[in-house]
């Protein structure tokens, strides 16, 4: 089972390794329908809480992730996050 938590951990570890990370290179692995919503949802609350920023440099050209270098430290706990995200 994925979780919204889980899947924002890995990105930003995914974004501490690389500059920027191709928007389609997150779905590449999913297993299924359900990880590719966790994972999208992820990215979602992930530009909301301001942790990174989205790029696409010409319409239907590719969609890049970055890690924002003033990203801010607030800090939401898990329990929060699922809730938000729980049915």
């Known amino acids: 089972k994925w979780t919204?938590?889980?899947?924002?951990?890995?990105i930003l570890q995914t974004l501490a390794e690389r500059t920027v990370v191709l928007f389609a290179a997150?779905?590449?692995?999913?297993?299924?329908?359900?990880e590719?919503?966790?994972t999208f949802l992820a990215v979602l609350e992930m530009i909301?809480?301001?942790?990174?920023h989205v790029e696409q440099e010409r319409l239907f050209g590719e969609i890049v992730?970055?890690?924002r270098?003033?990203?801010p430290t607030l800090e939401i706990s898990r329990e929060e996050l699922e809730a938000d995200y729980t049915t």
């Open 36 to 38: 590719v919503v966790v």
């Open 48 to 52: 909301k809480r301001m942790q990174i």
């Open 65 to 67: 992730l970055v890690r």
């Open 26 to 34: 997150l779905f590449e692995k999913a297993t299924s329908r359900t």
């Open 69 to 71: 270098a003033d990203a």
């Open 4 to 10: 919204v938590s889980d899947k924002i951990e890995s």
